[in-house]
Each structure stands twice: as C-alpha cells, then as structure tokens.
C-alpha cells in the first residue's frame, strides 16, 4: 500500500474523510428515491399507511411510511406507550429512548403541542441518524487508519463500508444498526487508543441498542489483559481489577433492562395478579432469553429448517466472507503469537496483523451464534457493526481481486432489492 510522509499525511485524511461523508449523504438520497418509488409498488402488508392515517398532512406521509416496517412498529410502540406486553422486552431501549427524544425535538422546531406524532418520531430519527451514518464511516476510517497507517487501505474500506448488505436498516429505518454501529466503532477506536473509560462507555451505550454488545467487552480483556500477557508473559493485577469494572458497566443496560422486566412480572409488590410467567422460577430468570425463545424461536439449530434455507443462501455472501477471512486472519496471525521466531508469511494485505486479531476473533464468533443460534440472516444487518468485514472486503482486493469484484457487484445489486423488498414489506427484515 502506499504510505504518505508527514507533511501531505493530514490533508489526505482530511479530503478521504470529506469525501466519504459526502459519498454517504448521496447514498442516503438515493435509497430514499428508491425507497419512494418502490412506495408505488402494491406493499403486501398496509399496516403502516393505517398507523399514519389521522397524521397531519403537512408532513411527507409517503417518505415517512416507507421507514415503518417490520420491528419499527414495536419501537414506535414502546416509545409512545412504554413495555406493554412481554414480547416487547425483546427489545432493548435504546430505540424507543432515541425515537422519543426525536419527536420531541421535532414538536419543538414544528411548534406542535400535544402527544408525539409518529411522522414527528420517524422523521426526526432519520435526520438524527444522517448524522450518526456520516460519522461511522469517518469512525471506520479512522479506526483503519490507527492498525495499518494507510490511508489508501482506510478509504477503501470506507467505500466498502458504504455499500451495506441492509441498507433499508442502515439508511432509512428507525433501527438500531445505525446507533448500535457507530458506539462499537467509537468504543473499538478507544481500545486501539487504550482510552478504557470512553471504549467501555461506548460498549455500554452500544449495549443499550442491541443485547450482542455484550460481546464487545471481548476488546476491553483482550486489551487490558490477553495483549500483554502475550507479550510480556504477565498481567498487571490493577488492569486486572479496572477491567473487572469496565466490563461491569459495559454490561449495565442489559443488567437492568433484565431486572426491570423481573421486577414487571415477577415481584409481588408490582405484579397485579398472583399467576406469574413460567421464567419468573428458573435459574436464571431472564426475561429476554423467554421471549426469544418463545416468540422469535431463537435457540441452538432451531432455525436450522427446510422452510429457512431461502434465507440461508441470502446470507450466504456476509456469512462466507467473515467465517473465511476469520477463520485465515486467526490461522496465519496464532502461530506467530505462539512462536514469535517462525517467519511471518508475505502478504499483500496490511490488515492481517496482531493488532486485528481482536477483530477476526470477536467476527467469528458473532457469526457463528448468528449462524447455529438466530436468525441468521439478521448477519444482513448486523455486519455493518463489525469492521472487519469491510476489512476483509478489502483485503479481497489484494488477495483475490475476482471475489472482491463479485462482492461489489452482489453488495450493489442485493442492496437496491434489500431497499424495495423493506419498501413493499417483503423478507428478509
């Protein structure tokens, strides 16, 4: 890769990252205008345009419609009326805090009084989330460019990063892939910056938007304790004791969402009758593992069925391509961890290093529960948190450049059918 000396190196990040966000406020334009005219397509579900009916027409109803599908329902329910029923526990509240303060704001720039509209909510969030779009891609950025001090590789994988394999969820819905994507880019740049106490709160926040950012805590161990152990055979027990700490408060949202919905359903002083939910006598009496597994039929091979094979093959593209460059980061970069004075293997790639392995280990296994324990195509949606598979898109460039031209032209052609699919209320959501 080409390196830039010191005296040009600032005006090339400076007018990579212009560039980029720039490139992401054209793509949020065009999956609207394609979202809009898939609008005139007959939908399969009129849900929407029901929930939207008694809005005021002075907002673009037919915009704003085309962003209410799928879980965006359940947001925009919870945030009006708080947890109402137990399957709503599912989700996390980060969404419906985030869609609320949105509508507010709106109500005050609009002047309106009265109770929050769902135009209000919808409309606000995605103008929030432009924001937040924009600034992940410079996080991706500069997030590269701190492993491999190429520019060149960085804006490459911020082209990539552009072209998600969901961008219905990424660009124009009220989900929490936008949100969720930009705390776990925020908090992984801190941890390759050793700032602790911001990536910990980043995780956190992150936590507060999706259940799996508990997997995030991985980079604080891996940080604080796995790195230097393997490079000076010890840990220092007060990093011991900080992480301890770290990863206690990164884990807080999901801690206390769990012992809210225990205290809901299950306490005798609140609950307002004596039958309580089966969940309430286990072990481990977690709302969120019931209602997974009771209405969203999440568990080990449980999704592994002839019915779903459609969406396997729709994943395939996202699932090959992180079980595979996983699967050889680890391979090539271990046995150097193991045995620091075997000859490093000659790669064109400058992402395959020690200080990416972090990475490849927290994407394989991600994929791997999303994979034998989920609904595996949500991978769709969910890649755009991992760096790493923009890394490895990249990486195809120099390792096998026919794949990485087939991963464009699939990325291209799968996200205008991801847009219209969302639009006429077609799977996979």
């Known amino acids: 890769m080409k390196r830039y000396d010191h005296t040009t190196h600032e005006k090339v990040v400076k007018q990579h990252l212009s560039d980029l966000v720039l490139l992401c406020v054209l793509l949020r334009v065009l999956t609207v205008t394609i979202a809009l005219l898939a609008s005139y397509l007959p939908a399969f579900d009129s849900s929407a345009d029901i929930l939207l009916a008694d809005e005021s027409p002075s907002f673009p109803k037919r915009w704003v419609s085309t962003s209410l599908r799928w879980d965006a329902f359940h947001f925009i329910h919870i945030a009006q009326e708080g947890y109402q029923f137990d ?138 304790m796995v790195e230097p152990f393997i490079q000076y055979r010890r840990v220092n027990f007060r990093s011991v004791i900080v992480c301890m700490h ?13 012992i809210y919905g225990y205290l809901t359903f299950c306490a005798p002083s609140t609950t307002t009758t004596s039958i309580k939910p089966v969940w309430c006598s286990r072990r481990f009496p977690l709302i969120y593992t019931y209602v997974q597994s009771t209405y969203w039929n999440v568990g080990f091979l449980r999704y592994w069925t002839i019915q779903q094979l459609p969406n396997f093959l729709i994943a395939s593209p996202v699932l090959f391509l992180l079980s595979f460059s996983s699967i050889t980061h680890v391979s090539r970069v271990i046995p150097h961890v193991v045995s620091p004075r075997l000859k490093s293997e000659p790669t064109t790639s400058p992402i395959v290093t020690f200080a990416v392995l972090p990475h490849a280990i927290h994407a394989f296994i991600f994929t791997c529960m999303l994979l034998f324990a989920s609904h595996t195509q949500i991978i769709l949606r969910l890649a755009s948190s991992m760096p790493f598979t923009y890394w490895s898109a990249a990486r195809l460039f120099f390792e096998h450049p026919k794949c990485a031209k087939a991963w464009v032209a699939w990325s291209v052609v799968w996200g205008a059918m991801n847009i219209v699919l969302w639009t006429v209320f077609l799977p996979p959501a």
């Open 87 to 224: 399957y709503e526990w599912a989700f996390l509240p980060g969404i419906p805090v985030v869609l609320r303060a949105s509508g507010w704001i709106m109500n005050l720039f609009t002047g309106y009084v009265g109770r929050t509209r769902i135009s209000s909510m919808l409309l606000g969030h995605f103008l929030i989330s432009s924001v937040m779009s924009c600034e992940t891609v410079r996080t991706l950025y500069l997030l590269t460019m701190e492993h491999t001090k190429s520019p060149a590789f960085s804006l490459l994988s911020g082209y990539l990063c552009l072209l998600s394999s969901s961008p219905a969820t990424v660009h124009l819905a009220p989900y929490t892939e936008p949100w969720f994507s930009l705390l776990s880019y925020k908090g992984m740049l801190y941890c390759a910056q050793r700032r602790w106490i911001f990536a910990s709160l980043s995780f956190s926040l992150a936590c507060a938007f999706r259940s799996n950012g508990i997997l995030l805590g991985g980079f604080l161990v891996w940080g604080m």
């Open 246 to 258: 770290l990863s206690v408060l990164l884990s807080l949202p999901f801690v206390i969402h769990q």
